[in-house]
């Protein structure tokens, strides 16, 4: 059971990045899956999140209009489509399977971070 991201890397402000989450070990059609962050010395919180199926998604105030949470069921892969990116998006960035939540603690799965760094 393992998730695995990638996608991440230095880009200037502005700019954009697109993340992937491949899943693989289990079938993950049926989780909602997340995408959250932490930087350095901050708390892991909450960037956007998708149902199972696809039809919801929600996202936090802070990329609302510049990040889109995508899945392909068939490849068992999620995708963060980051645009727009500012310094203060520069973390590390995970994503997790679970329930259909902004909260941290209901997911069930995680993979490794892959680091974004937002120069300006």
């Known amino acids: 059971v393992q998730l695995q991201a990638s996608g991440g890397g230095l880009v200037q402000a502005g700019g954009s990045l697109r993340l992937s989450c491949a899943a693989s070990?289990?079938?993950?059609?049926?989780?909602?899956r997340g995408w959250f962050r932490q930087a350095p010395g901050k708390e892991r919180e909450f960037v956007a999140a998708?149902?199972?199926?696809?039809?919801?998604?929600y996202y936090a105030d802070s990329v609302t209009g510049r990040f889109t949470i995508s899945r392909d069921i068939a490849k068992n892969t999620v995708y963060l489509q980051m645009n727009s990116l500012k310094p203060e998006d520069t973390a590390d960035y995970y994503c997790?399977?679970?329930?259909?939540?902004?909260?941290?603690?209901?997911?069930?799965?995680w993979g490794q971070g892959t680091q974004v760094t937002v120069s300006s």
């Open positions: 997790a399977a679970g329930r259909f939540t902004t909260i941290s603690s209901g997911y069930d799965y």
């Open positions: 070990g289990r079938t993950f059609s049926m989780y909602a």
């Open positions: 998708i149902s199972y199926s696809g039809s919801r998604t």
